[in-house]
């Protein structure tokens, strides 16, 4: 086929080319655009696995700590660190980096999404435990399958999230007095970077969403055939999670303020609103980098989770789509 004509499809159907690209290698099609519920189970049991190692390492643990223990296998089979090294290395990335609740909530967010514009969660259900046409369950969702319904999810969940690392970071630099977790420049550079991608590009999936469902009927009539879920629980969702933010912002509880010496000699003091278990502190001022200093309060933990659990469900239930009619009436 001539690229023009390639071109000219991919322009008419950008997701139709997607879905039905020749990606076959040896009998096996690496195409999984054109596989979205088989996406969609992977990552649930994806999410139920971090659930899982979330529950088992703790409630702060993150996968941080099996993969630098993993770092240092070859080296403890050669007998050059010892077990409780290697015990030492999980216990100390404890509660740091990426923790296992942020896979477990993104990774639920995208199955959910995914599964409610393919064939409705309550079909779902029904229809795991194979009573679907028993009960008289209807498909529920909208039909969107393959790379649209996988897009769709994607971008939903990646602009949950970049929103949310956004609200954290200029929170961080704000109530703590670190510039350099804001800054365009160092190691934040590939961070401020990642979650602006994140957050535009999600974004323009979610504008997309929005013209998608507008379609031309006979060619003449402009018709809705979905639109977004701004119900009274969306509001609801969106008055707690405002709420939850104020209440890390302003935390009632107590606080364990702690002070870093500084390499010019200063002392820097955490501050006593928006408190953190991890504080990434510049001990050289301008250097652009931090060092971890680790404050265990699970109270604390538990408020950043929930943070991040009300926003996410937010975006979640406004991209529940719902469906209408001809009318323009649900």
């Not at 002070?259 to 010019?264: A, I, Q």
């Not at 001022?285 to 404050?295: K, R």
Request: proline share 3%.
């Amino acid at each position: 086929m001539h690229v023009s004509e390639k071109w000219r499809q991919y322009y008419q159907d950008p997701f139709g080319f997607v879905d039905n690209l020749d990606l076959h290698v040896r009998g096996l099609n690496f195409n999984f655009f054109s596989r979205s519920r088989k996406v969609a189970r992977n990552m649930l049991v994806f999410s139920l696995a971090m659930g899982v190692l979330w529950a088992v390492c703790g409630f702060d643990s993150s996968p941080a700590q099996l993969i630098h223990v993993l770092y240092q296998l070859p080296a403890y089979f050669q007998g050059q660190v010892s077990l409780a090294d290697l015990g030492q290395t999980y216990s100390g990335f404890y509660g740091k980096e990426m923790h296992f609740s942020a896979f477990v909530i993104y990774g639920l967010m995208f199955w959910a999404l995914s599964v409610h514009m393919d064939q409705g969660l309550r079909y779902w259900w029904a229809n795991l435990w194979g009573h679907a046409d028993a009960l008289g369950v209807d498909p529920g969702g909208l039909g969107i399958t393959k790379s649209k319904n996988i897009v769709f999810a994607t971008c939903l969940t990646l602009l949950a999230g970049g929103i949310f690392e956004f609200f954290w970071i200029y929170s961080f630099v704000y109530f703590h007095g670190q510039p350099w977790v804001g800054a365009f420049q160092g190691p934040q550079l590939g961070i401020i970077t990642q979650n602006i991608v994140f957050a535009f590009g999600g974004g323009l999936g979610v504008f997309y969403m929005w013209a998608d469902g507008y379609v031309l009927e006979n060619e003449v009539n402009l018709r809705r055939r979905w639109r977004f879920n701004w119900s009274r629980a969306t509001w609801v969702l969106i008055g707690l999670t405002v709420g939850s933010i104020v209440l890390w912002w302003f935390y009632p509880g107590p606080v364990q303020q702690i002070s870093v010496v500084l390499n010019n000699g200063q002392v820097w003091q955490s501050g006593r609103f928006f408190p953190q278990t991890l504080y990434t502190v510049e001990l050289t001022p301008g250097a652009g980098s931090g060092t971890w200093f680790y404050v265990p309060d699970d109270w604390i933990h538990g408020l950043n989770t929930l943070v991040k659990i009300l926003l996410t469900l937010c975006f979640t239930w406004v991209g529940m789509l719902k469906k209408v009619e001809k009318n323009g009436k649900l």
